[in-house]
């Protein structure tokens, strides 16, 4: 059974910060592995997808890496702001079509 | 493209009341997803359909929860009767496929509140 986990469950930085979000999996049996921000009160929006075959992606000052053979990606933002505070999970999928998620990391970037 | 619609954004409902929630998947996703979200237990997937037929739905607690999808552009997700133990935030979901490099792009979320 796949289980998904997140380190640290909680982070606060001052602004400016470069910060490393983990998630590690059981099963490396994967498709793909998608991180997404949760604001309070409010949805899931995605932030990047690695497909298995990739080692990682960026988009803006997020980076995610992906090591599939030791179950493990790192989500690195780069000078981090205020605005960046939210509650970050990954969520792998495989050959049974369901998104497995981490229990999250709620970060706090504060001025 | 407005994303995954869902509604309503609130609904607060007494013990053993049927409470239906509705959902508007992103015009042209062939799977919509069901995903409830409590602290105790994360975001958990209840059932999933594609094109319109359900897959997979042993996510679904009990027999209390059922889901349609009556076509492409429609689902709803009933508890009959609702308990106390079923507030919790739903999330409807929606991707155009499965499978390496397929992103599934969430709606902005239910959250249900039975007294």
């Known amino acids: 059974k796949q289980e998904v986990t997140q380190i640290p469950a909680a982070l606060s930085v001052p602004e400016g910060e470069n910060l490393v979000l983990n998630c590690s999996f059981t099963?490396?049996?994967?498709?793909?592995l998608q991180w997404f921000r949760q604001d309070p009160g409010k949805g899931l929006t995605s932030l990047l997808l690695i497909q298995s075959s990739q080692r990682e992606q960026t988009s803006g000052r997020l980076n995610a890496s992906l090591d599939k053979s030791s179950g493990r990606s790192t989500l690195y933002i780069a000078a981090s702001q205020p605005g960046d505070s939210a509650t970050y999970l990954c969520a792998v999928i495989a050959h049974t079509d369901k998104l497995i998620f981490g229990t999250g990391t709620r970060l706090q970037v504060f001025p | 493209d407005a994303g995954v619609i869902q509604s309503p954004r609130h609904e607060v409902t007494e013990m053993g009341q049927e409470v239906t929630l509705r959902c508007k998947p992103i015009s042209g996703h062939d799977y919509l997803f069901w995903y409830r979200q409590t602290m105790m237990r994360g975001l958990e997937l209840l059932i999933y359909f594609n094109n319109n037929v359900p897959i997979d739905d042993s996510g679904m607690p009990e027999d209390r929860f059922s889901a349609k999808m009556p076509n492409a552009s429609f689902s709803t997700l009933k508890i009959q009767p609702s308990e106390p133990r079923d507030s919790a935030v739903y999330f409807c979901?929606?991707?155009?496929?499965?499978?390496?490099?397929?992103?599934?792009?969430f709606g902005p979320g239910t959250r249900l509140t039975v007294l």
């Open positions: 099963d490396s049996a994967i498709y793909n």
């Open positions: 979901a929606s991707s155009l496929s499965t499978g390496v490099g397929n992103e599934q792009f």
